[in-house]
T-cell receptor, first 114, second 109 residues
Framework: NAGVMQNPRHLVRRRGQEARLRCSPV?????VYWYRQLPEEGLKFMVYLQKENIIDESGMPKERFSAEFPKEGPSILRIQQVVRGDSAAYFC????????????FGQGTRLTVV | GENVEQHPSTLSVQEGDSAVIKCTYS??????FPWYKQELGKRPQLIIDIRSNVGEKKDQRIAVTLNKTAKHFSLHITETQPEDSAVYFC????????FGSGTKLNVKP
């Protein structure tokens, strides 16, 4: 019974390149959240998705960032034209449709922009 | 974090002492309040949760209390040990998960 799987665990990109972060939720979970975390800081909400729908993207920068959760396959967080300030750990979490249940986190992707 | 305030941001205690972390929230319709522990370099993991139909829940050295009227909930760790050192996040679920800004707990041996 696999938990939330994120890949890659570590990603190095040069400035201007694109970064694609993948998240496979717990089997049967239809809710996915993406969070960004800088060292020694908290979890900053980015986006909340359900299958094929973006529910809340209030934490996503308007430019360069996008997210999707297709009917089939993992959720993808895409960062175009990365800059040094995008370097951070990006965590994905998933939860089920059942009310009042926990969100499970993936191990995170640590993005380094050089 | 959005809609949830967490205090203190850092907490240092001596091994064996108790630690208390408090959170307040604004959405009165929230019914689920989990606490997560994040060790250095690792993912946040659930350690205890409470639902709005109870006021307190205990699991060995960890307890959580909820006051829905005042909209605050607290994490209590008794007989702290060095391995309790980590960052703790409170959260509540109202349409989506809102997380507190985290408390860095340091337990000194």
């Amino acid at each position: 019974n696999a938990g939330v799987m994120q890949n890659p665990r570590h990603l190095v990109r040069r400035r201007g390149q694109e970064a694609r972060l993948r998240c496979s939720p717990v089997k049967g979970h239809s809710h996915v959240y993406w969070y960004r975390q800088l060292p020694e800081e908290g979890l900053k909400f980015m986006v909340y998705l359900q299958k094929e729908n973006i529910i809340d993207e209030s934490g996503m920068p308007k430019e360069r960032f996008s997210a999707e959760f297709p009917k089939e396959g993992p959720s993808i967080l895409r960062i175009q034209q990365v800059v040094r300030g995008d370097s951070a750990a990006y965590f994905c979490a998933s939860s089920s449709d059942r009310e009042n249940t926990e969100a499970f986190f993936g191990q995170g992707t640590r993005l380094t922009v050089v | 974090g959005e809609n949830v305030e967490q205090h203190p941001s850092t907490l240092s205690v001596q091994e064996g002492d108790s630690a208390v972390i408090k959170c307040t929230y604004s959405d009165s319709a929230s019914n689920y309040f989990p606490w997560y522990k994040q060790e250095l370099g690792k993912r946040p993991q659930l350690i205890i949760d409470i639902r709005s139909n109870v006021g307190e829940k205990k699991d060995q050295r960890i307890a959580v209390t909820l006051n829905k009227t005042a909209k605050h909930f607290s994490l209590h760790i008794t007989e702290t040990q060095p391995e309790d050192s980590a960052v703790y996040f409170c959260a509540h679920n109202f349409n989506k998960f809102y997380f507190g800004s985290g408390t860095k707990l340091n337990v000194k041996p």
